[in-house]
């Protein structure tokens, strides 16, 4: 004996034997299967070159569903009998007694139903193995299957049944089967509408003997009655009707037989429905009568009889369509004929005010539109948004009903609500033919909008160059002016329509034109990125270092919007990199407020300078360390920016980093060696920052790298105050672990636990106890932290602070100091004068609102509740002006 892959060919298998030394054992058996090769079969299972029984070929079709197609009921038995999945499907979900049903194959379908095989098994498309031997007329298959329980209700996803189909196909053996089996009528609705759709009248009658509901619906709700008034089938609706069907009966979207019947134009089923009570003026969900229906199919002789029944000539859908719309919708000339000489009103209007001409003109029928406009209909009327007949033909590009309504007198002028004529409309959807015969019937091509824009600024916005050229070769006006100023070719550049404005230049269009902020074509390509048509305009000389009204020049406007490809090309072009704008912004500063680190690197190479500072005295250095841009900050330190440098106010590029608690920043400006105890011109160091936002992060590694905990402003206010104001516990604990003065007093006597006191931080009123904070000592009013707490009501900070504290209540605390009329208004007042200006709350001198405007990279930092006096009410109407307590100074204030 052969052997192939362990298993035994027996050598009266030559033939097999030769196949399958070249074929995969998966394929041989499958091959075996179908061929009915029960001995290869075994062979390739008993050996194990066949690992799995229920192989399945890229069909998804195994061993079993081969062997049921062609009756090898000894192979099916034996692969029943191993184990094989007797409901396993096909790729179109069909399993063996799908396949045996269809091929007729009784015993292989009676071996499948006695292993458990489902008879009401559905395919994808939704068959049943009934349905398919009803289709191929198996009586036998279709005999054992109801005997099995097979249902015959189980549709296709077409609604068809086994017994629909059986019929359709004239299976008389079948249907007699399937209807002698049916005992409970359930059956037969489809089947109804079978015979309705044949006009098998016999067939017909033999069903409603049988089940006495000739108005059973489908799935989709339509009747026999409705079938057969689709197909025109008299023979048929005779019959129904005669069993009691309902000639008005409504289906999905309340679609009558009549509506039906009219729409495909069945003119003796109209009459025989008429006739037996259909309701001739019976409306569809949308509005739709027989008519309508009749009328948008351009059945004339319909639309002739139910007009002749009395159908209501006028009547509008939902969206107030009449029959006259659905006729030259569909144009049907003949059909607009006989409703106009039975008084259709001509110019009757939708709920949008469309009339008859409107619906011709965006269709671009001719015919229709000639038939109209010589029953006189109004070739200027004018829809909801102000569109004529002639708009809408020059929208939809319908060039012979644009040329029939200008020789019948339409308005080449008439303008919509936004003051579009027709030719803005031609030149914005870039109909070109039709813009030369309106330009040649003489349309304004300066003709302005609402915004005022001409053709020629729509044209280029839609980048019709085609229409741009036709409007200028006829005179348009290259210069014109729309809203904010902008000519064709600020349109052109904004858009990036490099031809178009290539066009306008050589037509003469202004390259240096300004809009109303001053903005050239060149400023608007660079904001927008648009380094084509950036430059065709350099190379038309555009001034390359005009400022708009804010002082920016097109390359302030690339660095800000991070095109590096119309940066690049400025530069290449002389554009100076430290230009300076408004305040002194120069590009470098804009790249770095925007973050794009590219253009920032490439202004350094171009020479832009590091050191150039705005008016108020920020460097880009500042800015990329307050905005936590360290690619950039490193950019700059690398060529040599100063970590040290100063803003007018004294805070350096370590103090915003500190404040904004950004750590890669912080770590590199102290490699580079800045100052951590730097102070501001308010006393204000880094690490006072970084404890007044919280920033334990940067604080430890200022701490850490020197940074004083015992530093303090001019008002005498530590970094711990700071933390104890704005109840930063991690922050005031790291400060206490760095030998913070827990004693330490500022202006009024303000110790750190008086800080948390007046503002009812309990836990960092505990925190500073811990670390022996003094809850006795007394500002200079005299007060105690226990007795700030109870003034301002703060329960929980008083419950802390009472047990420790030997008197609660200063006696020099009195009603004088909360009134304001003695000591503490003056006090408050005098103190804000002093400290303000410290604090950076107020402008400083130099300080103007917008300098920069989007919005400024300076210092102007969140602020936090003002710290108030002790006493003050938490909502004391002069909140707006106390002293903020220490804290005022540790802001930095708004320093651009």
Request: proline share 5%.
């Amino acid at each position: 004996m052969a052997v192939f892959c362990g298993a035994r060919v027996r050598p009266l298998d030559r033939r097999v034997y030769s196949i399958t030394l070249v074929i995969e054992p998966n394929t041989a058996f499958l091959r075996a299967a179908r061929a009915g090769q029960l001995d290869t079969v075994l062979d390739l299972l008993d050996s194990g070159a066949v690992k799995d029984i229920n192989t399945c070929n890229s069909n998804g079709l195994n061993a079993l569903h081969l062997a049921a197609k062609d009756g090898h009921i000894s192979v099916v038995e034996e692969l029943l009998k191993r184990g094989a999945t007797v409901d396993a499907a096909t790729k179109k979900g069909n399993t063996a007694l799908h396949i045996a049903c269809l091929a007729g194959q009784e015993d292989v379908a009676r071996a499948l139903l006695g292993a458990g095989a489902r008879a009401d098994a559905q395919s994808a498309a939704g068959f049943t193995p009934l349905y398919m031997a009803a289709q191929e007329n198996h009586a036998g298959c279709v005999k054992m299957l109801l005997a099995a329980g097979a249902s015959q209700t189980l549709a296709t996803e077409d609604g068809f049944t086994p017994l629909a189909v059986a019929m359709q196909q004239g299976h008389d053996r079948v249907v007699a089967e399937l209807l002698e089996s049916d005992t409970r009528g359930k059956v037969r609705l489809p089947a109804l509408h079978i015979a309705a759709k044949k006009n098998d009248v016999k067939a017909a009658m033999l069903l409603l003997e049988n089940e006495h509901n000739p108005d059973a619906c489908s799935k989709s709700g339509f009747t026999p009655l409705h079938i057969a008034a689709h197909y025109g089938n008299v023979g048929v609706a005779k019959a129904l009707l005669s069993a009691g069907a309902d000639s008005g009966r409504a289906a999905k979207h309340n679609i009558t037989p009549l509506h039906v019947a009219s729409k495909w134009g069945q003119l003796a089923m109209v009459d025989l429905l008429v006739e037996n009570g259909a309701n001739i003026a019976s409306v569809t969900r949308d509005g739709l009568t027989p008519l309508h229906c009749a009328a948008r199919s351009g059945h004339s002789n319909v639309v002739s009889r139910l007009l002749q029944h009395g159908a209501p000539i006028t009547s509008k859908t939902k969206n107030g369509l009449t029959p006259l719309h659905m006729s030259v919708q569909g144009e049907h000339v003949e059909t607009a004929k006989v409703l106009l000489s039975e008084g259709a009103p001509i110019d009757d209007v939708t709920v949008d005010y469309l009339t008859a001409l409107h619906v011709a003109a965006h269709c671009g029928h001719v015919k229709v539109a000639k038939l109209l406009l010589d029953r006189n209909a109004d070739a200027n009327a004018r829809a909801l948004n102000g569109f004529t007949p002639l708009h809408i033909a020059c929208k939809k590009n319908r060039l012979k009903v644009v040329e029939l309504l200008l020789k019948y007198g339409a308005s080449k002028s008439s303008t919509t609500e936004s003051g579009l004529t027709p030719l803005h409309v031609a030149a914005f959807m870039g109909c070109m033919n039709i813009a030369l015969v309106l330009v040649g019937a003489g349309a304004d091509a300066d003709a302005a909008t609402a915004r005022g824009e001409t053709p020629l600024h729509l044209a280029a916005r839609a980048h019709q160059t085609d229409l741009v050229r036709v409007l200028l070769r006829n005179n348009a006006k290259v210069e014109a002016r729309a809203r904010e100023e902008q000519t064709p070719l600020h349109v052109a550049a904004r858009l990036g329509h490099a031809d178009i404005a290539a066009l306008l230049l050589q037509h003469g269009a202004d390259v240096a034109a300004t809009t109303k902020d001053h903005y050239t074509p060149l400023h608007i390509a660079a904001k927008e990125g648009k380094e084509e048509v950036a430059s065709i305009l350099l190379d038309h000389n555009a001034p390359i270092e005009a400022e708009t009204r804010k002082g920016f020049t097109p390359l302030h406007l690339a660095a800000k919007y991070g095109d590096i490809g119309v940066a690049r090309l400025l530069l290449a072009r002389g554009a100076q990199p430290d230009a300076p704008g408004r305040s002194h912004i120069t590009p470098l500063h804009m790249a770095t407020y925007y973050g794009h680190p590219d253009i920032a690197l490439l202004l350094l190479d171009k020479g832009a300078s590091p050191h150039s500072l705005a008016k108020n005295g920020h460097s880009a250095l500042h800015i990329a360390c307050r905005h936590n841009h360290p690619d950039i900050a490193f950019a700059l330190l690398e060529h040599d920016a100063d970590p040290g440098v100063k803003s007018k106010a004294g805070f350096t590029p370590l103090h915003m980093a500190a404040q904004e608690g950004h750590e890669d920043c912080v770590e590199m400006l102290i490699e580079r060696g800045a100052d951590v105890n730097v102070p501001a011109n308010n006393g204000l160091t880094p690490v006072h920052l970084a404890a007044s936002e919280g920033r334990t992060a940067v604080l430890k590694a200022l701490l850490a790298a020197g940074g004083r905990c015992g530093a303090r402003t001019r008002d005498g206010y530590t970094p711990l105050h700071a933390a104890a104001h704005h109840a930063h516990l991690a922050a005031a604990r790291a400060l206490l672990d760095s030998g913070a003065d827990v004693t330490a007093r500022a202006a009024h006597g303000f110790t750190p636990l008086h800080q948390a006191a007046q503002q009812g931080h309990t836990l960092v009123i505990q925190l500073l106890l811990k670390n022996n904070a003094d809850p006795n000592a007394l500002s200079a009013s005299g007060q105690t932290a226990c007795a700030i707490a109870d003034r301002l009501g703060y329960i929980s900070a008083v419950e802390a602070l009472r047990p420790v504290t030997e008197n609660t209540l200063s006696q020099a605390v009195g009603d004088s100091e909360i009134s304001g009329t003695v000591g503490l208004r003056n006090l408050i007042v005098a103190s804000t004068l002093k400290v303000l200006w410290f604090a950076g709350l107020a402008p400083y001198p130099d300080t103007s609102a917008g300098a920069f405007p989007y919005p400024p990279p300076g210092d102007a930092p969140r602020r936090s509740s003002p710290l108030r006096p002790p006493g003050q009410p938490s909502r004391s109407v002069d909140e707006s002006i106390t002293i903020t307590g220490a804290l005022m100074s540790l802001k930095l204030g708004s320093d651009v």
